[in-house]
Each structure stands twice: as C-alpha cells, then as structure tokens.
C-alpha cells in the first residue's frame, strides 16, 4: 500500500506565504509526477502545479509567478511555496502522485487526504 501525508496548510493574511508539503510512503519503487489540486466546496478539482520525474513543471495560470512545485526524489516528497497568496487561493489542498509500486508494472495515482488553506483578506 501507499501513503501520502500533507502538512502545512492554514491561515494567513492575504499577501502572505504558506509552504505545503507531502510525504508519500509504502511499497515505492518510483514515483513519475507530482501534483497539487485544490478543490472549493461544489466546485471540481483543480491542477495547481505539477512536477516531472525529469524535473519539469506545469502550473496553472492563476498560480503563475507566485507558486513554486519542488520535490525531493530521495525523500519521496513534494512540496508547494505559496506566496502572494490571495483569498482566491482559498481551498482544500490535495497533493497526489502517479507511481509505480514494487512488484507490479503499472502506474497508478494516488491522494493525500487533504489539507486546509484559508487566505484572510
């Protein structure tokens, strides 16, 4: 099984900087991309940022210039610099990766749980 665990979600003033992170576990033998959605209540959910196995990025217009995707391939872990935040950011942040588990061939995408971002205007 795989895990994913976000931190570092919360509450800040509009202007300000928040840096979320995720943290995936199990029986990893690679992980492919890594992504962040946020979601607002009756809305679908969206691609934020994404990061490459190769270390390219793909971010959403909105989040353009203020946002930045990192990861850590040793560590199995991702994370997202949010800054200028903006209560249009306001959302549940959801980190996810596509990844191959030890022993089976093909890929599949999993989800952290979800963490909470609140941007105070």
């Known amino acids: 099984q795989v895990q994913l665990v976000e931190s570092g979600g919360g509450l800040v003033q509009a202007g300000g900087s928040l840096r979320l992170s995720c943290a995936a576990s199990?029986?990893?033998?690679?992980?492919?991309?890594m992504a962040w959605y946020r979601q607002t209540p009756g809305k679908q959910r969206d691609l934020v940022a994404a990061?490459?196995?190769?270390?390219?990025?793909h971010y959403a217009d909105s989040v353009k210039g203020r946002f930045t995707v990192s990861r850590d391939n040793a560590k199995n872990s991702w994370t997202l610099q949010m800054n200028s935040l903006k209560p249009e950011d306001t959302a549940v942040y959801y980190c996810?990766?596509?990844?191959?588990?030890?022993?089976?061939?093909?890929?599949?995408?999993?989800w952290g749980q979800g963490t909470q971002v609140t941007v105070a205007s």
């Open positions: 199990g029986s990893i033998l690679t992980i492919n991309n």
């Open positions: 990061i490459a196995s190769g270390g390219s990025t």
């Open positions: 996810t990766a596509v990844l191959q588990q030890t022993g089976m061939n093909s890929l599949t995408t999993w």
